[in-house]
């Protein structure tokens, strides 16, 4: 609410910065007098108009810098030299090429507008909205491109409900923008698809190679970290490409960050040789929560370079009732922690274990 304030506020400052220009200059010119040379300055109104406001409000705005020069140099007595002629011929052509400027400006505004517009379609149809439950558990999601104008990046996710278990990807595409996109698209899509049809996670970790290998050549990579949550069992299976490890957190309050038994390379490497990973299982119970990130989190740093403590923030900042609300704390934190802008897109996505499996209240 105060950012939308304060957006009104230097909207309005700005709005009124044309005439303030050239009311200053008038009152100036009035009080020094026509020896100062301060007439032809009357132009800053309309060249003001021209960046901030409508080709037809700079208009305007010239027509009325006109006027205001034509009576200061009657009143100065600079018509009887080409002095007045001169600033009359100043405030005509600023005011044209502030004419141009604005009609200019617009259009590449509203080419801006369709960029984001088709960014954020995309966005959308590469990032479908997650489930905000799935089973006993509750889903949350936060993505923050390091694209802000154009809002779409390469970071991946994605919760499937499928006859095997709650399935989840989390990954992050090598390098941004539209290569990555795509490169994402072609994961998501088969991740989609092998999440219903394959019967362990090690069959979906071998499609989602054979995909990378197929569209990328080695060219790309990608490191994802699936999950396979089986709540009968109250246990979490990991199977990780070289991804940072998930962030466990218990009901005490304790941080566990679950290894992998060995290294892997991500998706898309294999080609390079080196094992496959080994999924691993861990202990996911009642009350507890799972957190899945990309590096755009962990690796983001505060003015002297040191990175964000994850596992120390937290237990503190996933309190929320509200598993949205819990993780959008967490996000701003890291936003706070790096002082401005993320330098690479930070995708979470949070797991929270509310119920048994055979709950009968549905909640």
Same mark, same amino acid.
Not at 16 to 39: C, I, K, Q, R, S
Not at 60 to 66: E, N, Q, S, W
């Given at each position: ?91 005509? &052509?600023?005011? @044209?090429?502030?004419? /141009? %400027?604005? *009609?200019?400006?617009?259009? +590449? =505004? $509203? ?65 941004? &923008?539209?290569? @990555?996109?795509?490169? /994402? %698209?072609? *994961?998501?899509?088969?991740? +989609? =698809? $092998? ?68 290294? @892997? ?12 990973? $080994? ?85």
């Amino acid at each position: 609410m105060a950012t939308i304030v304060e957006g009104q506020d230097r909207q309005l400052v700005l709005s009124w910065l044309p005439v303030a220009a050239m009311a200053v200059v008038a009152g100036v010119d009035l009080t020094a007098g026509p020896e100062v040379g301060f007439l032809p300055l009357v132009s800053l109104g309309p060249a003001f108009a021209g960046l901030i406001g409508t080709w037809r409000r700079t208009m305007l705005t010239g027509v009325v810098a006109l006027v205001l020069c034509a009576s200061l140099g009657l009143y100065d007595g600079l018509f009887e030299t080409r002095r007045g002629y001169t600033a009359m011929l100043s405030v005509a &052509g600023v005011t @044209a090429t502030g004419v /141009a %400027a604005a *009609v200019m400006r617009r259009r +590449r =505004e $509203a080419e801006l507008a369709s960029v984001r517009s088709i960014a954020e379609v995309a966005q959308r149809v590469l990032l479908r909205p997650v489930p905000r439950s799935a089973g006993p558990l509750r889903v949350a999601v936060s993505y923050t491109s390091a694209l802000a104008e154009a809002r779409i990046g390469g970071d991946l996710y994605e919760v499937v409900a499928s006859p095997h278990g709650i399935r989840v990807i989390v990954g992050d595409v090598q390098g941004k &923008g539209l290569a @990555a996109v795509e490169t /994402a %698209a072609v *994961v998501l899509g088969t991740f +989609r =698809e $092998a999440a219903h049809e394959e019967p362990d996670l090690s069959a979906i970790g071998a499609r989602l190679e054979r995909s990378m290998a197929r569209e990328a050549n080695g060219e790309k990579f990608v490191t994802a970290i699936l999950a396979e949550v089986r709540p009968q069992a109250e246990q979490v299976v990991f199977l990780n490409h070289g991804h940072p490890p998930p962030l466990l957190l218990r009901e005490d309050g304790t941080v566990d960050l679950p290894e992998p038994p060995a290294f @892997a390379l991500p998706l898309g490497l294999g080609m390079h040789g080196g094992d496959s990973p $080994a999924p691993y299982p861990v202990e996911f119970r009642p009350g507890q929560q799972l957190l899945l990130y990309t590096d755009g989190v962990t690796e983001a740093r505060d003015a002297t370079g040191v990175f964000y403590p994850l596992p120390e923030q937290a237990p503190a900042l996933l309190v929320h009732k509200d598993a949205q609300n819990a993780l959008e704390d967490l996000r701003e934190d890291v936003v706070r922690h790096a002082a401005g802008p993320l330098h690479d897109d930070a995708a979470m996505l949070l797991l929270r274990y509310h119920q048994p499996w055979d709950a009968k209240d549905g909640q």
